[in-house]
T-cell receptor
Framework: KAGVTQTPRYLIKTRGQQVTLSCSPI?????VSWYQQTPGQGLQFLFE???????NKGNFPGRFSGRQFSNSRSEMNVSTLELGDSALYLC????????????FGPGTRLLVL | LAKTTQPISMDSYEGQEVNITCSHN???????ITWYQQFPSQGPRFIIQ???TKVTNEVASLFIPADRKSSTLSLPRVSLSDTAVYYC???????????????FGKGTHLIIQP
């Protein structure tokens, strides 16, 4: 069974731009969660989608948004990028919810200049 | 969400057994304890999960005392490739059936030397 995939793997943007990251969960998994990882803050929960609905949201500004499609694939969007948004963005999937064992993708490394 | 406390870093040598302890004093009755491993620039990888007593798989063992206020991840005969950050997590489920996501602390940076 293929693992969680994320595209792109690396991305360079400039301040003020917007970016869309994509995540394909493990086949059959309906829950997709997004995390941001930085050296200073560690791994922080962004939001979780289940059956195309956002079920939970972490403490991030409205510039961070996401959606999930009927095939469970998910996208995350960050608008008006700031330097502090430079991070590794991780997607994780599970069959029923974020409280279960999560299977993480390799992440997208975003650098904002 | 139950907060966890782990040592920031640990050193050991190849072939040794390594034990990493995590404190979670506010663990709730329905919480499970889960450990993840993360290598640089990769996503965390599930290692083991338990509720009470002892759980063992092909990679590690997890010891949980009766009061469940702490847990110990045991890695037998470590190798250089076990150098990674290890996170202890205590799951929480809100009343609506969803979850607040996994709360990762700072983790324990384990360094294995030859």
């Amino acid at each position: 069974k293929a693992g969680v995939t994320q595209t792109p793997r690396y991305l360079i943007k400039t301040r003020g731009q917007q970016v869309t990251l994509s995540c394909s969960p493990i086949s059959g998994h309906r829950s997709v969660s997004w995390y941001q990882q930085t050296p200073g803050q560690g791994l922080q929960f962004l939001f979780e989608y289940f059956s195309e609905t956002q079920r939970n949201k972490g403490n991030f500004p409205g510039r961070f948004s996401g959606r999930q499609f009927s095939n469970s694939r998910s996208e995350m969007n960050v608008s008006t990028l700031e330097l502090g948004d430079s991070a590794l963005y991780l997607c994780a999937s599970s069959s029923q919810g974020a409280e279960e064992t999560q299977y993480f993708g390799p992440g997208t490394r975003l650098l904002v200049l | 969400l139950a907060k966890t406390t782990q040592p920031i870093s640990m050193d050991s040598y190849e072939g040794q057994e390594v034990n990493i302890t995590c404190s979670h004093n506010n663990i709730a009755t329905n919480d499970y304890i889960t450990w993840y491993q993360q290598f640089p620039s990769q996503g965390p990888r599930f290692i083991i999960q338990g509720y009470k007593t002892k759980v063992t798989n092909e990679v590690a063992s997890l010891f949980i005392p009766a009061d469940r206020k702490s847990s110990t991840l045991s890695l037998p005969r470590v190798s250089l490739s076990d150098t990674a950050v290890y996170y202890c997590l205590v799951g929480a489920t809100d009343s609506g059936g969803g979850a607040d996501g996994l709360t990762f602390g700072k983790g324990t940076h384990l360094i294995i030397q030859p």
